[in-house]
């Protein structure tokens, strides 16, 4: 194939209260970090040439109105449990949100600080790394 996903791009009208959310979330740092846009990486010493998250920012006429059509599904590492990792992502500032899952879901559908879905799965709650 002759193409590759770089990142996954997020909106937002406060780029620093969602960078840091989803840094913390992920443990990611962040490689760049210019009024245009802040990029986190896997790792550190990693660019965003080879996959990262960019928080854009966009004006407060922008702001995320709907469900997301796209989302992040995340997995706790090994060692971490998915009642665990809930109680963690609440504590930066996720909150829990309701799109109209089953209420015994495998999984739990939470937002970041400015309304972004993601879902943290329960089944494979010591999953590889």
């Known amino acids: ?11 937002a009208v406060d780029p620093r209260a ?5 840094s913390s979330a992920l443990g990611w740092p962040v490689a760049v970090d210019t009024e245009e846009g802040i990029g986190l990486v896997p790792e550190e010493g990693a ?11 966009v004006p407060p006429s ?21 009642e665990e990792e809930v109680e963690r992502l609440l504590g930066l500032g996720a909150t829990l949100v309701q799109v109209g899952q089953p209420d015994d879901a495998p999984w ?22």
Request: hydrophobic share 40%; proline share 4%.
């Open 18 to 22: 969602v960078a840091d959310f989803w």
């Open 108 to 129: 739990t559908v939470l937002a970041d600080p400015e309304g972004n879905e993601f879902c943290l799965l329960h089944r494979g709650d010591t999953a590889d790394t």
């Open 47 to 57: 660019s965003l040439r080879d996959f990262g998250l960019v928080v854009l920012p």
């Open 1 to 11: 194939m002759g193409i590759r996903v770089s990142a996954l791009s997020i909106d």
């Open 62 to 82: 922008e702001r995320k109105r709907v469900k997301n059509r796209l989302h992040l599904d995340l997995r706790p590492r090994a060692g971490s449990t998915a």
